[in-house]
């Protein structure tokens, strides 16, 4: 069977899973003063069935390519919500490397620069399309990443480029 599953991280950041999960404790306290209490027991209930659902939302990308198809979305809660694309064949699998820029400025007005390198994996579809596989600060870490997805995928070792 070759299907590949990538976990690309979470949906959500982590200080907006936060306020979303403290949500449904407001509106319980809320709902106290306007609702008789097995009316906001229920309601509570209710609420904080949804929490793990917002709390565990994962951006997924799954290649099947028995199938020919590849899913680009998220996976919550066993649910799968996303798109699907039809593959004829893959053409590449390539690495970029991505200049980011992070300037600090102080209270004294000083400005300060910083910057790193990460680098991004992409899957390049014979028609043309790309899809975002997964993304490491380190070189050597990403590439053996890289070459794990060809190998589960059976595909040559050519199909692997470096932009660098």
């Keep these: 069977m ?10 959500l950041p982590l200080p907006l899973r ?14 106290m003063n306007q609702f008789a209490q ?4 229920v309601l509570a209930i209710a609420l904080s069935a949804l929490v793990p659902a917002v709390w565990f939302a994962t951006d997924i990308l799954t290649i099947d390519l028995e199938e020919k198809k590849i899913f680009n979305g998220a ?11 039809s593959v004829t064949s893959i053409e590449k699998v390539f690495i ?13 007005n000083n400005k300060n620069i910083s910057t790193n390198y990460e ?3 992409f899957l390049k579809l014979d028609s043309g399309e790309k899809f975002f596989m997964f993304s490491h600060p380190v070189r050597e870490r990403i590439i053996e990443k890289a070459k794990q ?3 589960k995928l059976e595909l040559s070792e050519e199909t692997l480029v470096l932009s660098d």
Excluded: C, D
């Excluded at 936060?18 to 709902?31: E, H, K, N, T």
């Excluded at 097995?38 to 027991?41: F, G, Q």
């Design 2 to 11: 070759k299907i590949v599953s990538i976990h690309q991280g979470k949906t």
């Design 149 to 151: 997805a060809i190998h």
């Design 119 to 121: 680098y991004h994996t």
């Design 75 to 85: 996976w919550v809660m066993g649910f799968k919500f996303g798109r699907v694309t």
């Design 96 to 108: 970029n490397r991505i200049e980011i820029k992070q300037t600090i400025y102080s209270l004294a």
């Design 18 to 31: 936060f306020f979303i999960a403290m949500i449904p404790g407001a509106l319980v306290v809320i709902s």
């Design 38 to 41: 097995p009316y906001s027991i």
